[in-house]
């Protein structure tokens, strides 16, 4: 469908729409671009508070897995008016201008319609330097592949909408899903990698396809050494998955190689329709320990080496 729609040639699009990356990047001056994107998502935990300052944080992610720094927001809103009382809007936007001054930037407009399920999110603008931009599309065969939070959390939400997950889980979550990427981003910027995306709505493995699509190489992950929120294992064990992770594993049929071990059960977690997830960061391997000292040392939920970049075969190799 994409193909279809026009192309455009302006010089000063730095990334635009010929690669899957997370934001548009636009050079102003030699030495100043602008990094622009939006987002927006249903409401995935109950508390009204909770889904703003998730959906923030999930907006902003984008810019930071561009090495960019975010400096203003616009709010984007769907709500049921009449339906339900508009306190809810008011704690779903406070979360989010919460979420947003967090990161140093300003919640300056927005806009809203009339729509009968409840939608939150963010366009942003940031800002970096032309030579400083990081996209997914760059990864260097060698690279050690880097996450830096947990995964699970779409099967998780599922639990939540089905009064199946544990309270204990469910702050787990909400803590995952409301941090930022910022201090994983200041990591990544100050150590220097080849490549970076955040781990959203196509699961690790959907966007690392489109960091080996658009940089022309292949990959294997380790299933162990990807970090798990240990009830999603449960959860999923008892058919319990979003209808958006199964099908993140349909379209990525052909194209990842399954080594025997992978259970079923396995093959969906690394799919998993993340909502705020990590940073998954190609980083030359030479680099690899400093840049998981930095993230350890900046507390980052998760600072796990996983995978590495091999040669194009056109496939992503998983293995236990």
Same mark, same amino acid.
Not at 1 to 10: E, G, I, K, Y
Not at 82 to 104: N, S, W, Y
Not at 203 to 216: D, I, K, N, R
């Given at each position: 469908?994409?193909?279809?729609?026009?192309?455009?040639?302006?010089?000063?699009?730095?990334?635009?729409?010929?690669?899957?990356?997370?934001?548009?990047?636009?050079?102003?001056?030699?030495?100043?671009?602008?990094?622009?994107?939006?987002?927006?998502?249903?409401?995935?935990?109950?508390?009204?508070?909770?889904?703003?300052?998730?959906?923030?944080?999930?907006?902003?992610?984008?810019?930071?897995?561009?090495?960019?720094?975010?400096?203003?927001?616009?709010?984007?809103?769907?709500?049921?008016?009449?339906?339900?009382?508009?306190?809810?809007?008011?704690?779903?936007?406070?979360?989010?201008?919460?979420?947003?001054?967090?990161?140093?930037?300003?919640?300056?407009?927005?806009?809203?319609?009339?729509?009968?399920?409840?939608?939150?999110?963010?366009?942003?603008?940031?800002?970096?330097?032309?030579?400083?931009?990081?996209?997914?599309?760059?990864?260097?065969?060698?690279?050690?592949?880097?996450?830096?939070?947990?995964?699970?959390?779409?099967?998780?939400?599922?639990?939540?909408?089905?009064?199946?997950?544990?309270?204990?889980?469910?702050?787990?979550?909400?803590?995952?899903?409301?941090?930022?990427?910022?201090?994983?981003?200041?990591?990544?910027?100050?150590?220097? !990698?080849?490549?970076?995306?955040?781990? +959203?709505?196509? /699961?690790? @493995?959907?966007?690392?396809?489109?960091? *080996? =699509? $658009?940089?022309?190489?292949?990959?294997?992950?380790?299933?162990?050494?990807?970090?798990?929120?240990?009830?999603?294992?449960?959860?999923?064990?008892?058919?319990?998955?979003?209808?958006?992770?199964?099908?993140?594993?349909?379209?990525?049929?052909?194209? !990842?190689?399954?080594?025997?071990?992978? +259970?079923?059960? /396995?093959? @969906?977690?690394?799919?998993?329709?993340? *909502? =705020? $997830?990590?940073?998954?960061?190609?980083?030359?391997?030479?680099?690899?320990?400093?840049?998981?000292?930095?993230?350890?040392?900046?507390?980052?939920?998760?600072?796990?080496?996983?995978?590495?970049?091999?040669?194009?075969?056109?496939?992503?190799?998983?293995?236990?």
């Amino acid at each position: 469908m994409l193909s279809q729609l026009p192309t455009f040639t302006d010089p000063n699009i730095l990334v635009g729409t010929k690669t899957a990356d997370d934001a548009a990047v636009y050079q102003l001056t030699e030495e100043l671009a602008i990094v622009q994107t939006v987002d927006y998502i249903t409401p995935v935990v109950d508390d009204p508070y909770a889904c703003g300052a998730v959906a923030a944080a999930n907006s902003l992610s984008d810019v930071y897995a561009m090495g960019a720094r975010p400096i203003f927001a616009l709010n984007v809103v769907g709500f049921p008016a009449g339906k339900l009382p508009l306190r809810v809007l008011t704690a779903i936007l406070q979360g989010g201008a919460d979420k947003v001054r967090e990161a140093g930037a300003s919640v300056v407009g927005g806009h809203s319609i009339d729509d009968p399920e409840p939608k939150y999110g963010l366009v942003v603008t940031g800002l970096v330097h032309p030579q400083k931009v990081v996209t997914n599309a760059a990864a260097q065969v060698g690279d050690d592949l880097v996450l830096t939070k947990p995964l699970g959390l779409g099967i998780i939400t599922t639990g939540i909408k089905g009064e199946q997950a544990s309270p204990k889980t469910i702050d787990e979550a909400v803590h995952v899903m409301t941090t930022l990427n910022n201090t994983a981003a200041d990591a990544m910027i100050e150590v220097g !990698v080849n490549a970076c995306t955040d781990v +959203t709505g196509f /699961g690790l @493995l959907g966007h690392l396809h489109e960091m *080996t =699509s $658009g940089s022309g190489v292949g990959a294997r992950i380790s299933l162990s050494a990807v970090p798990v929120l240990p009830e999603a294992w449960t959860l999923v064990k008892k058919g319990i998955c979003p209808g958006g992770t199964k099908r993140n594993r349909e379209a990525l049929a052909g194209k !990842v190689t399954w080594a025997p071990e992978i +259970t079923d059960e /396995g093959q @969906l977690i690394l799919c998993d329709a993340q *909502t =705020s $997830g990590g940073l998954l960061i190609a980083v030359p391997k030479p680099k690899s320990a400093k840049l998981i000292e930095r993230l350890q040392a900046a507390k980052t939920l998760a600072a796990a080496r996983i995978g590495e970049i091999v040669a194009d075969t056109g496939q992503i190799e998983v293995i236990p």
